[in-house]
């Protein structure tokens, strides 16, 4: 049966406008460079410098304030020109995801990991069938120097590309030849494996093959650290196990890490985006504007606009598509520098109610100093909405007094002492990271014995919290710390 009713929604929808200004919130310093540099090359409207003479004023231009609602003015000096179809060129580009090319940062490239196994392959005489094959499988190995694909798949691939059958035992043999390649351990398709390819070029000492008798038959053991039933099994000494634990533990567990390109070495340097400085019990706050150059309006393009309108009698098609082409630029050119303008103001009004909120920390450095603090703690001090304060904190550093940090690392949640003090939870994770670093790695202390030592220093935390906590800092659990 077939029933029609009326709904009414209420939606919030963002416009192009604001989805970029939300990207370039989120970008941080290093990235807004190259996109501020990829902007000046795209738009002939925009151009880099200060502004000598007065900023020309723009008609339809979509100023944005702190709560930009994305509607539009009409615009009545080219209501004779533009259709409501025409949408400047900004609101229909694509939005640039995070991970936009760097193509034009200068970096020096050293030999990948995979032209290093290809330069070894080819010292190699082999028949033109496995050379393929080798070459294939190089080209499937992940960065880390593992073969995570089935050797199967493999052979399915090579059999529509090359055009022949490919048996599974062909590629084994043909891995067989890379895994004896630098770095050692290449090619392997487990941590397992991996180890034990490391293990066959050392020389065959007794602490060797003990190791290499563990890893094959007492690999679940070790990883978990049931030493007890390998001593057991194997009947051998603590001293023995220590040994061949010696030899594994020097092993490299992911041969391929040595060959990160360069380029993610580059990208991966920290740049800050604010500089606080402490000076005679004063904190001065710089915003790292270094790689952002400012911007206006190209007058050029504003003289040409002026005089395409001033014209309108005797405009012909050629130049009302001219008139809306150069109206799309300095629209899209005034969008670009309010927008900058706009994220600059949001981090630095961020900036400062973190700075006000952790204003001990700033002045001496001390981690006990930090205070509790939330989103919403530094939303309620800006004005801001807790999305908008989640956005400008990721991916953002300061530079202080006492080194770099993540604008993520000010932030912690609280719990109450028995005195009813308010703390903050990083102060109880260091509390509990120093007894696991001082405690006997032979019994290390679980999380009920961590829970009861912190009960006792005041602060009432349950097992669970402990763990979560201990997950948090990367520690394991007892069992995995334990030592022999």
């Not at 609101?91 to 330069?119: A, H, M, T, W, Y």
């Not at 022949?164 to 351990?185: K, M, N, Y």
């Not at 790292?288 to 003289?303: F, K, L, T």
């Not at 130049?319 to 005034?334: E, T």
Request: glycine fraction near 4%.
């Amino acid at each position: 049966m077939l029933k029609q009713q009326l709904q009414q929604k209420l939606q919030q929808k963002f416009s192009p406008q604001q989805i970029q200004l939300i990207r370039l919130l989120e970008l941080p310093a290093i990235e807004l460079e190259e996109r501020v540099k990829h902007e000046l090359e795209e738009n002939p409207a925009l151009e880099e410098g200060k502004e000598i003479t007065d900023e020309f004023e723009i008609a339809d231009n979509n100023r944005l304030d702190e709560n930009p609602s994305g509607e539009t003015d009409t615009d009545l000096s080219l209501g004779d020109y533009l259709t409501e179809d025409d949408i400047p060129d900004y609101k229909l580009r694509e939005i640039r995801e995070r991970s936009e090319k760097k193509e034009d940062i200068p970096f020096s490239v050293g030999q990948s990991l995979n032209e290093f196994l290809l330069q070894q392959l080819g010292l190699r005489d082999l028949p033109e069938k496995q050379m393929k094959i080798a070459e294939y499988i190089i080209g499937n190995m992940d960065d880390d120097g593992y073969l995570r694909r089935d050797l199967s798949a493999i052979g399915d691939d090579l059999v529509f590309l090359a055009g022949e059958e490919v048996f599974t035992q062909e590629i084994r043999d043909v891995l067989g030849i890379i895994q004896d390649f630098d770095p050692p351990g290449i090619g392997a398709r487990s941590l397992k494996e991996c180890l034990l390819l490391q293990l066959d070029r050392r020389g065959k000492t007794p602490e060797v093959e003990l190791a290499i008798r563990i890893l094959k038959n007492y690999f679940e053991e070790f990883s978990r650290k049931h030493y007890d039933k390998i001593l057991h099994s194997l009947t051998i000494s603590e001293d023995q196990l220590k040994q061949a634990i010696q030899e594994i533990t020097t092993l490299n567990p992911k041969p391929g890490n040595s060959w990160e390109s360069s380029m993610e070495t580059v990208m991966s340097q920290v740049t800050p985006d604010f500089i606080v400085e402490a000076i005679n019990g004063e904190l001065y706050l710089t915003m790292n504007n270094r790689g952002i150059p400012d911007m206006h309006i190209n007058h050029e393009y504003m003289e040409m606009f002026q005089n395409y309108t001033a014209n309108k009698a005797n405009q012909t098609s050629e130049m009302r598509d001219a008139v809306q082409f150069v109206k799309q630029k300095l629209d899209s050119a005034q969008w670009f520098i309010d927008a900058i303008k706009q994220r600059q103001k949001t981090l630095q009004r961020t900036m400062e109610a973190i700075i006000s909120l952790q204003r001990d920390f700033f002045l001496t450095g001390d981690e006990a100093t930090l205070h509790p603090m939330i989103l919403k703690d530094v939303a309620e001090r800006t004005g801001y909405d807790i999305s908008t304060i989640s956005r400008v904190s990721n991916s953002k550093y300061v530079q202080t007094n006492f080194g770099i940090y993540s604008l993520k690392y000010f932030f912690s949640e609280s719990m109450h002492m028995e005195s009813g003090e308010e703390v903050s939870t990083r102060e109880v994770k260091k509390i509990m990271k120093d007894y696991i670093d001082g405690e006997d790695k032979r019994k290390p202390l679980t999380d009920e014995e961590l829970a009861s030592i912190l009960k006792e220093k005041g602060y009432v935390i349950a097992r669970r919290t402990v763990a979560k906590y201990r997950e948090q800092l990367d520690i394991p659990v007892a069992r995995l710390r334990k030592e022999i």
